[in-house]
């Protein structure tokens, strides 16, 4: 289907307001998006989904109409909170239209932090009280959006959800559009640089997506082995809380947390635990380009945001930011020379895009925890 089609017969729906977090299997309904309103006050990407169902609900309660929500469905769990004590219809009874897209869906080859979120994504909706329509590559337009409209003439009066569950390749792009931003420091050279860096006892914990594909491609490259880094390639923005407790027990390790905008302002909580509990010992490093890039580079809010700022009012004792390699390496060497006094908090402005031909990790998740439990298990 044509996603701009599905986008107009979403607002034929009286639909007006769309928020989200972008998804590669969305990526033509996100560049319809894009192309039709911008970010806009109609249209915000949020830094989680559940504050997206929240807008949602404030969207309803402040004018009648539901609000359309478009998430992969690994923030489903991110939304069942709000849906269940907010718009349920046994509390609130917010209708709401929800667009989701089908990562890990059975039969169909995907990344591993995908496939158990796949097997029971329709299961998870059942579970959350929303009426399900599956989109399939297949799918004729018109009986579909019939389908719907009909679903949500008669869900949406009784302050139920819909969700519009889209497989792989059923969407088409009719209006693609292109993310840049005017940082000239490539990402996966700032990586390098922090490799370069480190010692070999440091520990690396880093964030979902290509930051941390960049870093096991950078390893690659210097022939170096795996076992000092955590991938954290799902649960988006957690890699810190993970960081923050690997280096609350390994006080004698340098502990560096490579996070990303996107990810750091999913859950940016954190960095107020961060700041209360001061483990001198981590350094966490925020690679900022302004965009949800893994998933097709739809801006974030980050330009907004003095995460220095932010940092510093949680407790970070030292923040700075940086916008190339030689200024990256001055600040790292400058946390070298000097005791621990962390935590340090470091914003690296990036640029958006990467190597055509950037690979993914060969190690899977459990042998990269097996590597890096045993390192530090070799301490004994």
């Given at each position: 289907?044509?996603?701009?089609?599905?986008?107009?017969?979403?607002?034929?729906?009286?639909?007006?307001?769309?928020?989200?977090?972008?998804?590669?299997?969305?990526?033509?309904?996100?560049?319809?998006?894009?192309?039709?309103?911008?970010?806009?006050?109609?249209?915000?990407?949020?830094?989680?989904?559940?504050?997206?169902?929240?807008?949602?609900?404030?969207?309803?309660?402040?004018?009648?109409?539901?609000?359309?929500?478009?998430?992969?469905?690994?923030?489903?769990?991110?939304?069942?909170?709000?849906?269940?004590?907010?718009?349920?219809?046994?509390?609130?009874?917010?209708?709401?239209?929800?667009?989701?897209?089908?990562?890990?869906?059975?039969?169909?080859?995907?990344?591993?932090?995908?496939?158990?979120?796949?097997?029971?994504?329709?299961?998870?909706?059942?579970?959350?009280?929303?009426?399900?329509?599956?989109?399939?590559?297949?799918?004729?337009?018109?009986?579909?959006?019939?389908?719907?409209?009909?679903?949500?003439?008669?869900?949406?009066?009784?302050?139920?959800?819909?969700?519009?569950?889209?497989?792989?390749?059923?969407?088409?792009?009719?209006?693609?559009?292109?993310?840049?931003?005017?940082?000239?420091?490539?990402?996966?050279?700032?990586?390098?640089?922090?490799?370069?860096?480190?010692?070999?006892?440091?520990?690396?914990?880093?964030?979902?997506?290509?930051?941390?594909?960049?870093?096991?491609?950078?390893?690659?490259?210097?022939?170096?082995?795996?076992?000092?880094?955590?991938?954290?390639?799902?649960?988006?923005?957690?890699?810190?809380?993970?960081?923050?407790?690997?280096?609350?027990?390994?006080p004698q390790r340098r502990v560096f947390c490579i996070d990303g905008d996107g990810a750091l302002l999913m859950h940016m909580g954190t960095a107020a635990l961060i700041g209360s509990v001061r483990p001198a010992n981590l350094i966490h490093i925020l690679l900022d380009n302004g965009a949800h890039e893994t998933v097709g580079g739809l801006p974030t809010v980050s330009g907004n945001c003095d995460f220095c700022r932010v940092a510093k009012g949680c407790g970070y004792p030292l923040t700075m930011e940086v916008h190339s390699a030689a200024e990256l390496a001055a600040a790292l060497d400058k946390q070298a020379d000097e005791p621990p006094n962390g935590p340090v908090f470091l914003r690296v402005f990036c640029a958006?895009?990467?190597?055509?031909?950037?690979?993914?990790?060969?190690?899977?998740?459990?042998?990269?925890?097996?590597?890096?439990?045993?390192?530090?298990?070799?301490?004994?």
């Amino acid at each position: 289907m044509n996603a701009s089609t599905l986008l107009a017969a979403i607002e034929a729906m009286g639909i007006r307001f769309f928020t989200g977090v972008p998804d590669s299997q969305l990526r033509p309904f996100c560049d319809a998006l894009m192309a039709r309103k911008g970010i806009c006050q109609d249209h915000q990407i949020a830094p989680n989904e559940g504050v997206c169902t929240a807008l949602a609900a404030g969207e309803y309660l402040s004018s009648g109409r539901p609000a359309c929500v478009y998430l992969q469905n690994s923030g489903l769990g991110n939304i069942a909170n709000p849906v269940c004590s907010l718009t349920h219809p046994k509390v609130y009874a917010i209708p709401t239209l929800f667009v989701v897209g089908w990562r890990g869906e059975p039969g169909v080859k995907d990344e591993p932090q995908h496939l158990y979120q796949g097997e029971i994504t329709l299961e998870f909706l059942q579970l959350l009280g929303i009426k399900a329509l599956v989109l399939t590559p297949e799918q004729e337009e018109r009986p579909f959006l019939d389908s719907l409209s009909h679903l949500c003439k008669a869900a949406f009066p009784r302050g139920e959800s819909v969700a519009v569950v889209v497989k792989k390749g059923a969407l088409t792009a009719d209006c693609p559009q292109r993310y840049q931003n005017k940082y000239p420091l490539k990402r996966e050279a700032a990586i390098r640089t922090i490799v370069e860096h480190c010692c070999a006892k440091d520990f690396l914990i880093s964030s979902t997506g290509k930051i941390s594909r960049e870093l096991f491609e950078v390893r690659e490259a210097l022939g170096q082995g795996h076992g000092h880094d955590f991938l954290t390639v799902g649960s988006m923005g957690h890699c810190s809380a993970i960081a923050l407790r690997v280096a609350q027990n390994r006080p004698q390790r340098r502990v560096f947390c490579i996070d990303g905008d996107g990810a750091l302002l999913m859950h940016m909580g954190t960095a107020a635990l961060i700041g209360s509990v001061r483990p001198a010992n981590l350094i966490h490093i925020l690679l900022d380009n302004g965009a949800h890039e893994t998933v097709g580079g739809l801006p974030t809010v980050s330009g907004n945001c003095d995460f220095c700022r932010v940092a510093k009012g949680c407790g970070y004792p030292l923040t700075m930011e940086v916008h190339s390699a030689a200024e990256l390496a001055a600040a790292l060497d400058k946390q070298a020379d000097e005791p621990p006094n962390g935590p340090v908090f470091l914003r690296v402005f990036c640029a958006l895009g990467a190597r055509d031909d950037l690979g993914r990790p060969t190690r899977t998740p459990l042998q990269n925890r097996d590597d890096f439990m045993r390192e530090w298990e070799q301490e004994h």
